[in-house]
């Protein structure tokens, strides 16, 4: 550290050249937001000034603008289906060069020994992953996740320099009413002075105090511009969030004025690798923001300083003196079109692709990674949802690329006293099977995927991840529960009982060892597989069928227990008295 320092202000100093000075570039002041002009003189990874140098190295920026790298605020890795590694080799190119992870998801399969792979595998690659600890494994207190972590067993993890702090907060009854374990965590978060992420779903001001009091500082869950402004005038960070299924951010850009931007940042969240690699991360995040009429330094300002203070990363975003030389040559501000991609002031992605090696993930890996699909067999006798009372039942309605769910009370088709699926009516069964230790399977009915025939499967179910599936036939849906099966998790679309396409995900049943290039051929071929059954492309199917079990967004959810309103919080029949 001595000589680092030494040399860093030995070349701030002009006493000794710089290892690397970009010239004729236009700075993108975050500070300011303004446009400044001069060398970028770097030493060590290091900016060391802007002005006038001399360097060993020099790099013609050939009048491009030089602005910061970009920060993802909170991103569940896990969903891109690829792990750290091969993640980075993704959004690089797309000017990520930090994300704050929530390792959440393989946590829910695989407890400590998930999250010791997301630390171990972001070692691989040069974009820097800061992780926040999962808070609430299972997401609930009443679902069946592969793991329950306490905070003791959290406790460790913060001695890695990487964590952050506690990740989003979702359980908020065991909140509100002191559950011990809850506290406990909150404590070890306080104790060790580190930050505390929200979630507040559907939740009221009232809430909002419950969770500020709780020194929780961030809420990605926002949906409108009044509950932004409720976070924020309560001392919150809001994450604007803008992925493959919850995309929020033109609905809540109102909210944004001069008095209070600096509250905002980005986030994906959640986002299949298919759209991070065509349509990119955050800074897909910016491009919207700007064609929706925001200043184009203050979208960038949002995507990289505030990013950088709201989780105290003191030495990123920003292009100046002292901080780390993380920056992107940009064509053109108003497209956001990036060139060149530097991490630590090294190349390592220029016009669309990484230019470093790929570095693939350990071969062996720990028994709960793999074979993490434990269920037994599942036939059609198992998916019958009895109606014994009459036709009306509680069925849970898409809403298109939202989160949220609606909760109808309609008229079925019943046949010899069970659901019968009505392609016409657009009313599919929905089934959830416990995937950990084979303890049950959940039934119900949704109204929204639109598919003429067949069924889907997949074992990314949020947050306990169990094998959740849709379908117009119960041969179809035993089918590709079957599939899932032998295939030791992934996704798979069944027509007439054949596989009409499928992809393995073999690490915890969310990620795959493959090459991104192969999990983009997947994916294609998944899409194709969704159009002969009949999806209308308007909504992506699995990453929708995947927050169907999530019991702590409203309205209506489906776990392996049964059909869970979340409102009331309370599990309820599928028949309607």
């Not at 792990?83 to 930090?98: C, D, I, K, N, Y």
């Amino acid at each position: 550290m001595h000589s680092t320092l030494h040399n860093q202000i030995a070349a701030a100093a002009k006493q000794t050249k710089a290892d690397l000075v970009i010239q004729n570039g236009k700075i993108v002041n975050v500070f300011t937001r303004e446009i400044i002009e001069g060398d970028l003189a770097i030493a060590e990874g290091m900016i060391v000034g802007i002005g006038r140098y001399e360097g060993e190295k020099t790099i013609d920026a050939e009048g491009r603008y030089i602005c910061p790298g970009l920060i993802d605020g909170h991103v569940h890795i896990e969903s891109s289906m690829v792990p750290p590694s091969e993640f980075a080799r993704v959004v690089l190119p797309h000017g990520v060069t930090t994300v704050i992870a929530d390792p959440h998801e393989i946590a829910n399969v695989a407890g400590v020994c998930g999250i010791q792979f997301m630390l171990d595998e972001a070692k691989r690659t040069p974009l820097d992953v800061y992780m926040m600890l999962p808070s609430c494994v299972p997401a609930a207190s009443f679902e069946h996740a592969g793991a329950v972590l306490s905070a003791a067993e959290l406790a460790p993890f913060f001695n890695d320099e990487r964590v952050l702090g506690l990740a989003e907060v979702m359980d908020y009854p065991s909140l509100r009413e002191q559950h011990p374990s809850m506290l406990d965590k909150l404590a070890l978060a306080a104790n060790a002075n580190r930050l505390i992420d929200g979630h507040l779903a559907g939740l009221d001001a009232d809430a909002v105090n419950v969770y500020r009091s709780a020194r929780i500082h961030t809420d990605h869950e926002c949906v409108t511009p009044d509950e932004a402004l409720e976070r924020v005038r309560r001392g919150m960070y809001v994450l604007i969030r803008q992925g493959s299924v919850a995309k929020d951010l033109k609905k809540l850009l109102p909210a944004i004025h001069e008095h209070n931007a600096r509250r905002f940042l980005f986030c994906t969240d959640d986002k299949h690798l298919d759209d991070l690699w065509f349509e990119g991360s955050v800074d897909h995040n910016v491009r919207l923001a700007i064609q929706a009429g925001l200043d184009p330094l203050l979208a960038i300002q949002m995507a990289t300083l505030n990013a950088a203070e709201c989780y105290r990363l003191p030495t990123k975003g920003a292009v100046a003196p002292g901080y780390d030389a993380d920056f992107l040559f940009v064509d053109d501000l108003e497209t956001l079109n990036i060139t060149h991609v530097f991490k630590a002031g090294r190349l390592v992605a220029q016009h669309g692709q990484t230019v470093f090696p790929a570095e693939r993930s350990a071969e062996s890996l720990e028994q709960p990674l793999l074979h993490s699909i434990r269920c037994q067999a599942v036939d059609e006798t198992d998916l019958r949802i009895p109606m014994k009372r009459g036709t009306k039942a509680h069925v849970i309605e898409i809403i298109p690329n939202h989160l949220h769910t609606n909760h109808l009370i309609t008229d079925v088709d019943v046949q010899e006293g069970a659901f019968c699926p009505s392609i016409e009516r657009d009313l599919l069964k929905l089934i959830v099977v416990e995937r950990h230790r084979g303890l049950g399977i959940g039934l119900g009915i949704v109204r929204g995927f639109g598919f003429k025939a067949g069924a889907i499967a997949s074992s990314i179910a949020h947050d306990s991840h169990h094998i959740i599936a849709a379908g117009t036939n119960d041969r179809d849906l035993a089918a590709a529960i079957e599939q899932l099966r032998r295939q030791h998790g992934g996704l798979a679309v069944i027509k007439d009982g054949a596989v009409l396409a499928s992809l393995p995900l073999e690490i915890g049943g969310l990620m795959t060892r493959k090459d991104y290039t192969e999990v983009l051929s997947g994916l294609k071929q998944i899409d194709k597989a969704l159009k002969a059954i009949g999806a209308n492309g308007s909504f992506n199917p699995f990453i929708t069928l995947s927050f169907l079990a999530l019991p702590v967004i409203p309205e209506l959810k489906l776990t392996d227990q049964g059909l869970f309103d979340v409102n009331k919080w309370e599990f309820i029949p599928v028949e309607a008295v």
